[in-house]
């Protein structure tokens, strides 16, 4: 080392030490002229570095820990001044926020899914009637021609599901959340005569789309009677529920009905677990207002 040089100078092992990194580590900071050391002896070929650069190295180190690559860190290093980081920096910020919101819509998701196997296990009389509130929900459904409503025969694909997942593919629908539960609408009359004949059949949305169209739609906040049963293989007690609604005019009579699929059997659809749900009215504003602020999720506390 030149005995002319007054400042402290450290080895490239004594720098590699007190920094934490590894020797090729700095060795490869020189090579792609991020940052040269302050000596290199020119007998041995060793390398120094003075404790300025110590301090440039540690930030380096910071810098990559916020994401930043090697290349932006050199281009700010060669302006030399602090604002250069300024672009790089905010750039990172954008791009953890919108991978930070993206981590929190799987958060949700993966809370609503839990929920959603665990909520069937809640009820110990699926015969019985229950009421629910339930929140405003959105669907994407495709309607059940009278050709069509009929029970559906194992590993014989429904029109209407093949359709709906054909348009979940197309615009504008492409890039819609879905929750991972399907369902029906149904007729009451007919569910009420032990007869499966579905409207429409439909998936949850997480949320409003926020654009309309005629296979949007949007099931209301509001408070329904439930009952449980399997229907796609014609096992379903709605004698109770009969007694309730059997005796009103039929312009008393509600008009909504949702089945709710859940996923008891993950080996054979057809064989899964529905919850009936009968709007009996909907909410005010008010009382909308006062549910969680989630909608289009399918699983509400009952009164």
């Known amino acids: 080392m030149s005995p002319q040089r007054e400042e402290t100078l450290y080895s490239i092992g004594e720098a590699a030490a007190v920094l934490g990194v590894s020797v090729q580590t700095l060795r490869h900071y020189s090579k792609i002229g991020l940052l040269e050391p302050a000596y290199t002896n020119p007998e041995t070929g060793y390398r120094y570095y003075s404790y300025i650069q110590l301090s440039l190295l540690d930030r380096i180190r910071y810098l990559q820990g916020l994401g930043l690559s090697l290349r932006e860190i050199k281009a700010a290093y060669a302006d030399g001044h602090g604002r250069a980081l300024l672009p790089y920096l905010e750039r990172q910020l954008q791009e953890k926020e919108e991978e930070q919101k ?73 890039k819609a959340i879905y929750l991972r539960q399907n369902g029906y609408l149904a007729d009451l009359q007919r569910l009420l005569r032990q007869e499966w004949a579905p409207l429409h059949y439909f998936i949850y949305l997480k949320n409003d789309p926020g654009f309309s169209h005629p296979n949007l739609q949007e099931i209301p906040a509001g408070e329904y009677l439930c009952f449980q049963g399997r229907p796609l293989i014609g096992q379903w007690d709605a004698s109770l529920v009969r007694k309730l609604f059997g005796q009103l005019p039929d312009q008393g009579r509600p008009e909504l009905v949702v089945a709710d699929e859940y996923e008891d059997s993950l080996q054979d659809f057809t064989n899964c677990l529905y919850e009936f749900q009968i709007l009996l009215r909907p909410l005010d504003s008010a009382e909308e207002a006062s549910l969680p602020q989630e909608p289009g999720q399918a699983l509400r506390e009952e009164e």
């Open 102 to 174: 993206k981590t929190q819509q799987l958060i949700d998701t993966l809370r609503w899914y839990i929920s959603f196997f665990r909520y069937p296990q809640r009820q110990q009389f699926p015969n019985v009637p229950y009421k629910r509130i339930i929140g405003r929900r959105y669907i994407l459904s495709e309607p059940i021609p009278p050709e069509e409503q009929c029970p559906e025969r194992k590993g014989q694909p429904m029109p209407a599901s093949i359709r709906l997942r054909q348009r979940k593919a197309e615009p504008p629908f492409e």
